[in-house]
Structures are given as C-alpha cells and as structure tokens.
C-alpha cells in the first residue's frame, strides 16, 4: 500500500470533535484505512490574524482510491461537516482536508497538486507529519522535512499538543 499523508484543520465549531469525526469518516470510506494519526495541536492562524487559532493534525491512510477519487471524498466529507466555500480568501472554516502526499507522486493538474502546495513551508502541517515520519524524511521533490520546518521559523510559533 502506498503512503497517504492527510492534513486536518479546523477553527470553527468544536474543532477537537469535528477533527475525530472527520477521522471516522476517512476511516468509513470504502477501502480507506486511517493507520495513522498525529497529535492535534494548536496553532496561530497563518494569513489574517482576526479568526479563531486552529487545531491542526495529520492523518496516514491506507487506501486503493485514486488521488482524484480521495480528492473528491475529502470535499465530500468537509461539506458534511459545515464547510462553507466563501468568498474570504484564508478564512476560518469548520474543516479543511488536504491531500499533502500520496506515496511519492508528483502531481500537478488544475484541481490538485501533490505534494501539497504550501505544505513545505506550514510549520503547522510539517510539524504534525514530522511526529509520524520523522525529521529525515524526503518530500517528494521537495526536500527533507526537517529542512523545510527549520525555514518555517517566521512563523507564528505552534502552540503545544493538545491530544
Ligand atoms: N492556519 C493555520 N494555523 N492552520 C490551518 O490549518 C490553516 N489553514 C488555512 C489558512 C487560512 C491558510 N491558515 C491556516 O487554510
């Protein structure tokens, strides 16, 4: 089975519960096993600071379902949990699911782009992945994580763990 990397994040609602029922959804899927998940931690909002602070986590899959199927599910399974496509660009939202990695892939089309486009430099998402893979770990075509993380600094800094 290839290695699957989901990012999760929410700073709407009950973020902790809305985070743990995303997760029984992945694992609800169809041949779709969640194997993995991280810590949630709290993080400062990246992009405008007049939203809620988020809880963010990264989830491993197991699953035969094609990046464009998984992709389709993940919305699926956002809508189901609130999420509002609105106009603000960075906005709050009650959930958001990306796709940061799906073996080692390289995939760029219109609607989806993997590795993650801004996973590289989201403390918030490499923080979360580094407790599952570890610090040495490549980002297809992009690098070694602990790297990426270690240029991450000007961010606003990661609050703790918090389950
Ligand atoms: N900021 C944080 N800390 N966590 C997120 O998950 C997150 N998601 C986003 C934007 C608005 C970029 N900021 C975020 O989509």
Known sequence: MPQIFIALGSNLGSSADILRSALLALNALPGCQVVNCSHFY??????????????????????????????????????????????????????????LLYADLQIKNEGLTIPHIGMSKRNFVLLPLQELVGPEF????????????????????????IE
């Open 42 to 99: 709290r993080s400062k909002p990246m992009g405008p600071q007049d939203q809620p602070d988020y809880l963010n986590a990264v989830a491993e899959l197991n699953t035969c379902i094609s990046p464009m199927n998984l992709l389709n599910k993940l919305q699926a399974i956002e809508l189901v949990h609130e999420r509002v496509r609105n106009e603000l660009r960075w906005g709050p939202r009650t959930l958001d699911l990306d796709i």
């Open 138 to 161: 490549v980002i297809p075509g992009v690098g070694v994580l602990a790297d990426c993380l270690a240029h991450c600094e000007g961010q606003p800094s990661l609050g703790m763990k």
